[in-house]
Each structure stands twice: as structure tokens, then as C-alpha cells.
């Protein structure tokens, strides 16, 4: 009768399904619907993240006719942000793995409801600067847990699909930020009230993903590994998977809790996190610096388009080329493989930045840079953009994961600050060729750090991070001796 029971609620019988630990049992668990529900979850942050950092993009443009802002404090308007960012993930990403992830999870997202709501009624320059620095932590925040539980919740064979696929949400909202912006002025609001509602909209997404966020269960690896609750975690994966993963209730062998230190003073963790860290840094020093920067670098290269024509365009960019880069990456990453998908990105990157800023008189030629452009924007989601983000979730321990994913997410976003702050001076001093020749350099320094990281395709999250390496050697040493 139980049988019958589970078969009508679309649960297979417990002996149609191996019984095996949570960890395998993830690893070696079909793709399945609970997996897209768990990639939705995560990945409406990710929209709601991308939404909040790029529309500040055109916000700019408008709030220095407003405020008449300096080439300075016009950079701080749009870094500020990511500036914080820095202390959310880093912040966020430790308390995950010392309390949880489940615990924070939603957290980040009300932060960024109120800043972002806050940041609409901000009275003066000050105080836009102090909300969105609330933002960036909670922004910043949502970078380890969302990319750490889908990579916990993934299998070995589809991880790199499934994680790319929340980041690809990020797509939606850089193309979202430009079309809501290209409604509001087509429909010629003032534009002192116009940025003000381009940026307070980001919190609408914002808490559509606090209630989401909310069912998603404690990941079960972290749960039956480092809490030694296998058993609980063991029911709750079967609930939310509705039966399509069944693992066993036993106790799973726990990994050693790493503290802050010891992870900090590992070799092999600190080499990857070397890797992550500094591939990400020059990443988002030229992304976020051309993306956030985009309606002044097309501004150069058209000084008489109109604001509108000049959205327009971006969003043509983002729509033709980065759109389609995101969808090719996460369709093909796991087959390419992680690391080579990110070397190939790089060096592409690198190949249209130099041509860009090499070839004579292309900044001055708007078909021939927008298509050079759209080229560097296709080769940067599919590449390092997909892959800095894939990679810090899966080459950590599970006790240090978010701590790990953390850490390199937090200094990239010290990249894309500094990326941001300085893209408008180095443009003024050394033109848009010289900006684009710096970007090209970045590129090449992030082959170099991707060189010190492993390829995790197709490896199981525990024997990527060698977590279960203690065990084996244990069960051998035993095997021995008996």
C-alpha cells in the first residue's frame, strides 16, 4: 500500500532506486526536474545581481546632468557597489560554512530589496553612494551561496551545465537593465525621476527571491559531511527531490572541519585559491569596466547619438553577442571542460581587446567596433565570465567551499571596482584604444593564474578538492593490515 501510495504521488518505490550515500548519491543522480528547480532558485539572485550592478550603467549618464558629478566621483557612482561587494562575499561565504548555508540563504536577498528600494529616494550624492554600498554586501553576498549550493546540489557529469545555467541568468538582467531603461525614456519621463525608477526596481526581483530561497533545503552535502546529520539530510533530499534521489541514512564518513587558518595555510587550497582569485580579479577588472562603462565608450565612439540610441545599441550588444555566449557556454562547458573553456575565453578576449585598440581609427568607426565589440562580449560569457564563477564552486573542500568561493568572488569584485573607478580616467587620459589595450593585458594575466588550477570536468566534487583522499588512505591502510 505504501507502494501504491508513493506511485501516485510520482514517487518511485524506495527498492526502484540504489540506496547509496548522499554524497554518491548526488554525484551519480540523473538530471532531473528537482535539478531545474534548485537552478531557478539560485538563479533569479543572479538576475536580480546583474540587474542592480549594470543599470547603474545608464543611471549614470543621468544623474551626472542631475548632479553635474566629476569624472571621479562619476567612477564611485558606479564601483561603489562592487567595492562592498568584497565584504559580502567574503563575510557571507565564511558564515556559510561555519553556520550553514541554508542559514544566510535569503538573507543577502532582503538586503538587496531595501538598498535597492532606498536607492530610489536617495536625497542627495551621499546617500546614493551609502545604499549602494548596502547593496554590493548584499550582492556580494549571494555570490558563494547560490553558486556553492547548486554546485553541492549538481552531479559529476552536468555540474558545469547546471551552475552555468544560474550564472547565465546573469544574462537576462544585463539585457533586462537597458530595455527597462529604453521603456522609461522612450515614454519620456524627467530624468531626474527616471533614474531613480531604473534603480528601484531592482527590488521587485529581489523579493520574488526571498520566498524562493526560503524552501530550498540545507544542502545536503554540507549537512550529512561537515554537520554529521546524514540522516536528516538524507530525508530532506528525498523530499525535495520527490523521490528521484533516495541515499542512504547512514552516517557518512565527516570530513575535518578546516578553520579559517588552516585553509589559509594548506598549499594545494592556497594555490587553487590563487587560481580562482586572480583569474577573477583581471576578469572582472576589463568586464565590469567595459559593461558598466558601456553607454560612455559608445558615447566616444557616436558623440552625436542621443541617450536613447545609445541604450539601444547596448542592448543589441548584450542581446546578439553576450546572450548567445552564455547559452554556448553552459550548453558545452562540461563537454570543452572548465579550465580549457576558460583559457580559450581569455585569449579571445584578449585578440578583439588588441585589435580594438591597435587597429587604426576602429574607435572612431561605429560597425566596425560594435563588431569587434560584440566579439570580446560573445568570447567573455563564453569563457571566463561563466567559468571564474563555475570553478571557485568546485575545487574547495565542502567545510571551506563558500569560504573559498567567497574569497575569490570578493576580490574580483575589487577588480570591477577598480576596473569601473579607473576605465573613465584611463579613457580620458589614454583614449578608448588605450583602455581597451589595458583590458587585452588583463586577459593575458588571467591565462597565467587559470594555469595553476586543475580541470574539475567530469570529477566528483570530493575527488577535485581531495577531501576523501584521508579515507583512502585509512581504508588502505586498514585493507593492509587485516
Request: net charge positive; proline share 5%.
Amino acid at each position: 500500500m505504501a507502494t501504491a501510495l508513493q506511485d501516485r504521488q510520482g514517487m518511485p518505490p524506495p527498492s526502484a532506486v540504489p540506496v547509496q550515500s548522499v554524497t554518491d548519491s548526488l554525484n551519480e543522480a540523473p538530471l532531473s526536474r528537482f535539478h531545474m528547480r534548485a537552478v531557478f532558485t539560485a538563479g533569479m539572485g543572479f538576475f536580480t545581481d546583474a540587474y542592480d550592478l549594470f543599470i547603474i550603467g545608464v543611471a549614470m549618464t543621468l544623474i551626472r546632468e542631475e548632479w553635474h558629478t566629476t569624472p571621479l566621483l562619476l567612477g564611485l557612482i558606479g564601483s561603489t557597489a562592487l567595492l562592498a561587494a568584497f565584504l559580502g562575499a567574503t563575510v557571507f561565504g565564511r558564515i556559510a560554512d561555519v553556520f550553514g548555508r541554508k542559514k544566510i540563504y535569503g538573507l543577502e536577498a532582503t538586503v538587496m530589496a531595501i538598498a535597492a528600494l532606498a536607492t530610489a529616494f536617495s536625497p542627495n550624492l551621499i546617500w546614493l553612494l551609502v545604499w549602494r554600498f548596502i547593496l554590493g554586501v548584499g550582492i556580494g553576498g549571494d555570490y558563494p551561496v547560490s553558486a556553492v549550493l547548486m554546485s553541492e546540489y549538481s552531479n559529476r557529469a552536468n555540474r558545469g551545465r547546471l551552475v552555468g545555467m544560474v550564472f547565465s541568468m546573469q544574462a537576462l538582467g544585463l539585457i533586462a537593465g537597458p530595455l527597462v531603461a529604453l521603456i522609461i525614456l522612450a515614454l519620456g519621463v524627467p530624468h531626474d525621476l527616471a533614474w531613480r525608477i531604473m534603480l528601484g526596481l531592482g527590488a521587485l526581483p529581489a523579493l520574488g527571491v526571498i520566498y524562493l530561497r526560503r524552501t530550498l533545503p540545507e544542502s545536503p552535502r554540507y549537512a550529512a559531511r561537515v554537520q554529521g546529520r546524514a540522516a536528516a539530510a538524507a530525508a530532506s533530499l528525498r523530499r525535495y527531490t520527490r523521490g528521484v534521489v533516495a541515499a542512504s541514512d547512514a552516517v557518512e564518513e565527516p570530513e575535518r572541519r578546516l578553520t579559517l587558518r588552516q585553509f589559509l595555510t594548506t598549499p594545494r587550497y592556497v594555490r587553487m585559491l590563487l587560481g580562482t582569485a586572480g583569474a577573477w580579479f583581471v576578469f572582472d577588472y576589463a568586464f565590469y569596466g567595459n559593461t558598466i562603462s558601456t553607454p560612455l565608450i559608445l558615447k566616444a565612439v557616436a558623440p552625436q547619438a542621443s541617450l536613447i540610441a545609445d541604450t539601444a545599441i547596448a542592448l543589441l550588444i548584450f542581446t546578439v553577442a553576450a546572450l548567445p555566449g552564455y547559452i554556448t557556454a553552459f550548453m558545452s562547458v562540461d563537454a570543452i571542460g572548465h579550465r580549457k573553456l576558460q583559457v580559450a575565453g581569455f585569449l579571445a578576449m584578449a585578440v578583439a581587446f588588441l585589435l580594438i585598440g591597435g587597429l587604426p581609427n576602429v574607435t572612431h568607426m561605429l560597425v566596425p567596433f560594435l563588431a569587434l565589440y560584440g566579439l570580446s562580449y560573445f568570447f567573455t560569457e563564453f569563457g571566463p565570465n561563466t567559468t571564474t564563477f563555475l570553478m571557485a564552486s568546485e575545487l574547495f573542500p565542502v567545510s571551506a567551499r563558500t569560504t573559498g568561493h567567497g574569497l575569490s568572488a570578493g576580490m574580483a569584485k575589487v577588480g570591477a571596482f577598480v576596473g569601473v573607478l579607473t576605465f573613465p580616467l584611463i579613457q580620458a587620459t589614454a583614449g578608448l584604444a588605450g583602455a581597451m589595450l589595458v583590458a587585452a593585458a588583463a586577459a593575458i594575466i588571467g591565462v597565467l593564474f587559470t594555469s595553476l588550477l586543475p580541470e574539475p570536468s567530469g570529477r566528483s566534487l570530493e575527488e577535485i578538492s581531495g577531501e576523501d583522499e584521508p579515507v583512502k588512505v585509512a581504508r588502505k591502510l586498514a585493507g593492509a593490515t587485516a
